[in-house]
């Protein structure tokens, strides 16, 4: 074999290896990436489960509501206090699916019927009185743009 046809061998090995190394670290990437997004889909799903742990008990013995009296101010019976929190809770399920779609781990179609649905929920009265109720709400910034401007549309 002559020494030419040998250099463009080895070089032609080498670009081929290199090729495969470069196609390596962005495929690991990509799916460092995903698994970033993963983690910070269930990193959020737990905290907002936390946060419905923590209404669930005012829905199921609402005199623990009085816990935190700004809450509670306007409602005035056991099942004012029952709504508001269910209500509430209502909208964290959701806000999962929408965090979920977000960060591209709830496909479209899925994330629509969700949203369908919501779209039927916000215009009951008991759901705009909690929403309208001037107590702290711990929702993430672009959730509540996202829901005050769905209900615009409703």
């Not at 463009?8 to 799916?31: D, E, F, K, P, W």
């Not at 509670?72 to 929190?85: A, T, V």
């Not at 209502?90 to 929408?98: C, D, P, T």
Request: a neutral charge; aromatic letters at 10%.
């Amino acid at each position: 074999m002559e020494p030419g046809t040998l250099l463009v061998i080895q070089i032609c090995l080498q670009a081929l290896t290199a090729g495969a190394i470069i196609t390596s670290v962005i495929y690991a990437g990509r799916q460092l990436r995903t698994w970033h997004r993963a983690q910070q889909v269930a990193n959020f799903t737990k905290l907002v489960e936390l946060q419905m742990a923590l209404r669930r008990l005012r829905v199921d013995h609402p005199e623990l509501a009085k816990v935190h009296s700004h809450d509670i101010e306007g409602l005035h019976s056991d099942e004012d206090i029952r709504q508001y929190f269910l209500n509430l809770m209502q909208l964290s399920v959701f806000e999962i699916a929408w965090f979920s779609h977000r960060m591209g781990q709830l496909g479209d179609g899925y994330f629509a019927s969700w949203e369908k649905r919501m779209r039927v929920i916000e215009r009951e009265p008991s759901f705009r009185k909690m929403w309208n109720k001037p107590s702290m709400k711990i929702l993430h910034d672009e959730f509540e743009t996202y829901i005050r401007e769905l209900m615009k549309d409703g």
